[in-house]
Each structure stands twice: as structure tokens, then as C-alpha cells.
């Protein structure tokens, strides 16, 4: 599939292209610089103006945010920063139980709570903790829900008024945790827990696999939504920040 077809939804990134004065440029070099545009009209920093910063991390089922936690735990901690890992997943014990895998992992704490105990209690008690031991960030791992389930998307609010309520300005990240496999089909569960839950960024996970993420500039495009890492593998060393270099050079790996 040429890159064309990978980017569908990037049509009028093509019109931008074609508007383009070539100035001796190949086509390949006017789409990369294109995509760099775009990429670099998302790219704003996270403000925090009070600490600890609390990253959420959201997503439909299966996607990776559990990993994406443990890998993020342990890339802050080797940053210098001192994470907590708050297990806000608490419909089935095995998900706090592989969770727990991952802060051992990473070398970090984790805040627990029993088996189907409210979510934002289990936040609240994480920042508790995190403010009583100097940890920072708090890293919230929930459980896998779509957007259509409308007390889970409920429940993910209370979380953020819980958060919020707790330290200003929290949840600072929102990230939504997309599988690259899934196409285009990330487009719309972005614009879904973008109006529903604040997401503010993304991870694009299973990158290692056949997919190219193409679905990364179509979001970044019509949703202005950065994306913040990539999961390229199922080990702790397997998320990097987002290179757009990389990506553009990625997307552009075959012939076409
Ligand atoms: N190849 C590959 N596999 C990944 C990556 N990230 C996660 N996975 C795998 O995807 C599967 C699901 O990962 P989880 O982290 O449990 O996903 P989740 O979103 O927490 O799932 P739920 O909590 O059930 O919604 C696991 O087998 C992970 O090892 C990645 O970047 N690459
Ligand atoms: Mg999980």
C-alpha cells in the first residue's frame, strides 16, 4: 500500500501538497515536509502549574494502557522523576495484578485498591500518597471501555473532578491509548474520549507490528491532538517518545 493510501484521511494534505511550489523538491520530500507541518502545529508543552502532575491514561479495551503505564514508569524514573503508579482498573483483580508486574518492573510504587472499588477513591488515595512520599508523577492506569458506555465514560469524569479537586489544574495528560492496527478507526475513538474525557494526547501502541500509524497524521491533522509516544514492542524499554523523523521516514520505508 503506497502512503497515499495510508494517510486517507490526510486528503487535504495532499491538496496542501499539490498548492505547494515544488522548488525543485521530489513529491516524496514536499508530503514529508507537509507532515512536519502538521505535526509541529500540535506540539505545545504540558503546563503544570501545580505538582504532582497526574497523567491519566484511557482507552478502549486492549489497546496497551496497562503496559503503556509500566513502560512510561519506568522511562520517567530513568528521566530522573520519581512516578507512582495508581491502579484505577479495579473491575478484575488480574488487571491490578499485571499492573503490579510493571511497577516491579519499573522499580515503583503502586496504589491498589480492592477488587471493584470506586476508581476515583483509588485516585484519590494515590495523590494522598504521592503528596505524603514526594512522588511525581501519578501515573492512573484505567480499565478498557468504549465510548458509547455512557456510566464508564461517567465514571471517568468523576475521576477528573476527583483529580482535579485534589491538586489544580489535574489531570494534566489525558492520554489516549490507540492501537495502531486499528486504522482509521483511531480517528474516531480520539474525537470520541477527546469531547468525552479531555484526552490531550496520544500513544500509539503495537507500532512494531505491520501497522505504520499512519492514522497519527490524520490525527494530528483534523483533531490538532499530539502524539506523545509510541509503544514499538511488549518490553519495558519498548515505548519512545514521538519522533516525527522518524515517523515521516517510517511511513516512506517502501516504494511507491
Ligand atoms: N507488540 C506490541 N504489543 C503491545 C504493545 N503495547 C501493548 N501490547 C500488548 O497488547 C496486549 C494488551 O495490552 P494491555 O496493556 O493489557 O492493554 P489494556 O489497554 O490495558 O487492556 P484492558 O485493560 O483490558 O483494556 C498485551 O498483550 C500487551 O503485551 C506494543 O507496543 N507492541
Ligand atoms: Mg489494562
Redesign the pocket.
Known amino acids: 500500500m503506497g502512503v497515499f493510501g495510508r494517510i486517507r484521511d490526510g486528503l487535504s494534505l495532499i491538496a496542501a501538497v499539490k498548492a505547494r511550489p515544488r522548488d525543485g523538491l521530489s513529491l516524496r520530500d514536499l508530503v514529508k515536509e507537509e507532515i512536519r507541518t502538521v505535526f509541529a502545529a500540535v506540539d505545545r508543552p504540558i503546563v503544570v502549574v501545580q505538582h504532582p502532575k497526574v497523567t491519566l491514561v484511557v ?13 512510561l514508569a519506568h522511562v520517567l524514573k530513568n528521566d530522573g522523576h520519581a512516578p507512582l503508579i495508581c491502579a484505577a ?1 479495579t473491575f ?1 483483580a488480574a ?1 491490578v495484578e ?1 499492573l503490579d508486574v510493571w511497577a516491579t518492573r519499573a522499580g515503583v510504587d503502586l496504589v491498589r485498591a480492592r477488587e471493584g472499588a470506586d476508581p476515583a477513591a483509588v485516585v484519590f488515595d494515590a495523590i494522598s500518597s504521592g503528596k505524603a512520599k514526594g512522588r511525581d508523577p501519578i501515573l492512573v ?5 468504549l465510548h458509547t458506555r455512557v456510566n464508564l465514560m461517567q465514571e471517568l469524569d468523576k475521576i477528573r473532578r476527583i483529580a482535579s479537586r485534589e491538586v489544580a489544574g489535574a489531570p494534566h495528560d489525558v492520554l489516549l ?1 490507540l ?2 492496527t486499528v486504522g482509521q478507526n483511531g480517528v474516531t475513538q480520539a474525537r470520541e474520549f477527546m469531547s468525552a474525557a479531555g484526552v490531550n494526547g496520544i500513544v500509539l ?5 505491520t501497522a505504520k500509524g499512519g492514522v497519527a497524521v490524520a490525527i494530528a491533522h483534523d483533531l490538532k491532538l499530539p502524539i506523545r509516544y ?5 518490553g519495558i524499554d ?2 519512545v517518545p514521538f519522533s516525527v523523523e522518524e515517523y515521516v521516514n517510517g511511513l516512506f520505508e517502501d516504494k511507491w
Not at 482507552?59 to 513502560?71: D, S, Y
Not at 492506569?141 to 471501555?145: V, W
Not at 509510541?230 to 511488549?234: A, D
Request: glycine share 22%; no cysteine; proline share 0%.
Open positions: 482507552g478502549v479495551n486492549g489497546t496497551g494502557k496497562t503496559t503503556t503505564v509500566g513502560k482498573d478484575r488487571a499485571q492506569d484505567t480499565a478498557g471501555r491509548v492501537d495502531a501502541t503495537k507500532l512494531d507490528g509510541v509503544g514499538v514492542g511488549e519498548d515505548l
